[in-house]
């Protein structure tokens, strides 16, 4: 069965600057790969995700991830970060070869004016 | 989001009463998926209907009782709860039960068990 890390529990950007959430994977073949983020009192909505082909995926919000196989990861990247992007963050990790699908435990992200 | 909706969105009871959670899905999807979300701990996966057939239990205690008459509801009935299953109640769709479907989800129910 596959697994998910995400090594950051709470990152603090300032408005502005670039951030970068890690996501790790366990898995025997290439996954499915997903990005989802919860703002407080609300469900899942999905950023983005990997199924195939190009590494480099775009998302919703001016999101992208990039995965690398050779690091079994899937980093969420945001060039310039927004007072709303504050939020937790969930990488999830689907199987290829039936139903599972776990998520990891969530990274929050705090933003500073 | 209005794909998915959740009734209700907040629920005090207490250890003894019996109520039921209620997710409904606009999407055309196939599969429903509920999960729950504590304060500091992963998602967890609780049931998965495909087709309207339970497809996955993933060891819910038997207080946790899940319906769904058709593809389009899903209900998690509740009874004798403990304080420990305070949480948010987190329901999903998704075309398939494959692990490629994304999922959609509602907005959850937040649940108090005094």
């Known amino acids: 069965a596959q697994s998910v890390t995400q090594p950051d529990i709470h990152i603090t950007v300032s408005e502005g600057a670039s951030l970068e959430l890690r996501c790790n994977y366990s898995y025997g073949a290439t996954p499915y790969l997903f990005w989802y983020v919860q703002s407080p009192g609300q469900g899942l909505q999905l950023l983005l995700k990997y199924f195939s082909g190009d590494t480099l995926v775009q998302g919703i919000k001016g999101f992208e991830a990039e995965f690398k196989r050779s690091q079994s990861s899937f980093n969420l990247r945001k060039p310039s970060v927004h007072w709303s992007d504050a939020a937790e963050y969930f990488c999830?990790?689907?199987?290829?070869?039936?139903?599972?699908?776990?998520f990891g435990p969530g990274t929050r992200l705090s933003v500073l004016p | 989001e209005t794909g998915v909706t959740q009734t209700p969105r907040h629920l005090v009871m207490g250890m003894t009463n019996k109520k039921s959670l209620k997710c409904e899905q606009h999407l055309g999807h196939n599969a429903m998926y509920w999960y729950k979300q504590s304060a500091k701990k992963p998602l967890e996966l609780m049931f998965v209907y495909s087709l309207e057939e339970r497809v996955e239990n993933n060891s819910v205690p038997s207080r946790f009782s899940p319906e769904c008459p058709n593809s389009s509801h899903l209900f998690l009935h509740l009874h004798t709860l403990q304080p420990e299953d305070s949480a948010l109640y987190l329901c999903?769709?998704?075309?398939?039960?494959?692990?490629?479907?994304?999922?959609?989800f509602g907005p959850g129910t937040r649940l108090t068990v005094l």
């Open positions: 999903a769709s998704s075309q398939g039960a494959q692990g490629l479907d994304t999922q959609y």
């Open positions: 999830a990790v689907g199987a290829r070869n039936g139903q599972n699908f776990v």
